[in-house]
């Protein structure tokens, strides 16, 4: 039995859009690659930018950035909770769990649009930091609601990662187990120098897989990353491995590393608030776009996300590149199927909850059609 990752979505070439374009244009172009992870691409990119022109977000900048990127995270590990929970959980607990979760990510919303300026696609985010800090009581009340928000998700967790609740699916589950290298470079934030990206390479889905595949293989218009030349899995559970030792292979060990990655966000999160100054700078002054290159690098809510810049003699965009979490994931989730029973097919993709759109690159046009 084989097993592929096969994805339609049509190409809509950000790579492509944002040549010659300002910097500032791209770092809010980046954010609308995705509709789940913005906030991680417009980091990533901000962080690329910033690179490649020679400058750093000021202290409180960092520290309000990681807040957005963290409330982005949380956001998503919700939202993916909401789709999953009717097969994870027994019928008579998740009708009820699924609207406590909805509540929790409504207010989660109303955070990072005090944070954020928006609930989605961010627009504080920029280059240099962030464009404006809360003021003393919006910050306190953000701390309070985030406390709420914790308090609230204490008990979500605990019948989520409850066995006794758990349905056939989630035991299924329990038995599939994939064991390959794992990549992180931060919990919280993004490290670039935690990883060489030159050693990160992207390949068209055919060329991964090679032999004689399927037509409607071939036409996938996902790329593929490898790590050195490995496949490796990237997102909650390789952060919560190398970073908090986490111990697990199997699909729901997956699953609950995503749902402790919440825990440990909501309560970094608040740590941050408490060293924010309302009366510093968030974002750096008197920028000067000249001609660089530079690498943004942050942990998104499905792992590994990575932003390549060039920047010409006139301060524009000359060329740009993202790989993005899921290209790492697709060989993992391939593996991870192979050894599933056919009656959760469907759900071991759901559980490694990856980003079609992102993933998609590109259509090389040749005698046998897309591909």
């Not at 990883?195 to 990160?200: F, G, K, Q, T």
């Not at 068209?204 to 490995?230: C, D, M, Q």
């Not at 000359?318 to 759900?347: C, H, Q, R, W």
Request: charged share 25%; hydrophobic share 45%.
């Amino acid at each position: 039995m084989d097993s592929y990752f096969i994805t339609r979505a049509p190409v809509r070439g950000f790579e492509t859009l944002v040549r010659g374009k300002s910097p500032v244009f791209v770092t809010e172009a980046a954010m609308r690659i995705c509709g789940i992870c913005h906030a991680a691409h417009g980091i990533a990119s901000a962080e690329a930018i910033e690179d490649a022109i020679g400058v750093a977000p000021p202290a409180n900048g960092r520290l309000l950035r990681e807040v957005i990127g963290l409330l982005n995270r949380v956001q998503s590990h919700l939202l993916h909770l909401v789709l999953v929970v009717p097969d994870i959980v027994r019928e008579q607990f998740a009708s009820s769990l699924v609207l406590d979760v909805i509540k929790l990510l409504n207010m989660v919303n109303d955070v990072m649009a005090r944070i954020g300026g928006a609930p989605t696609h961010p627009p504080n985010i920029v280059v240099g930091g962030i464009s404006r800090a809360p003021s003393e009581a919006g910050l306190k009340e953000v701390v309070r609601k985030v406390k709420e928000i914790l308090k609230g998700y204490s008990r979500i967790k605990d019948v989520v990662l409850d066995e006794d609740r758990w349905s056939g699916k989630a035991f299924a589950l329990s038995k599939v187990s994939v064991n390959v290298e794992r990549l992180a470079t931060h919990p919280f934030y993004g490290d670039r120098f935690n990883i060489d990206v030159n050693d990160v390479v992207t390949l068209r889905y055919p060329k991964f897989r090679e032999g004689g595949l399927p037509e409607v293989v071939r036409a996938t218009t996902s790329l593929v990353a490898l790590y050195r030349g490995r496949a490796v899995e990237v997102g909650p559970r390789a952060r919560l491995d190398i970073y908090r030792g986490l111990v697990g292979s199997t699909l729901m060990d997956l699953q609950r590393a995503r749902v402790e990655e919440v825990s440990l966000a909501l309560t970094r999160i608040t740590e941050l608030l408490g060293r924010v100054s309302t009366s510093s700078s968030t974002r750096t002054s008197g920028l000067f776009f000249r001609r660089g290159a530079g690498v943004g690098v942050f942990e998104a809510p499905r792992g590994v996300l990575i932003h390549r810049v060039e920047v010409g003699d006139e301060g524009r965009v000359k060329g740009y590149k993202v790989v993005v979490p899921t290209m790492f994931n697709i060989p993992v989730v391939e593996a991870a199927a192979k050894g599933a029973p056919v009656s959760i097919a469907d759900l071991v993709p759901r559980v490694f909850d990856p980003c079609v759109p992102c993933s998609t690159h590109l259509i090389e046009v040749g005698e046998w059609g897309p591909r």
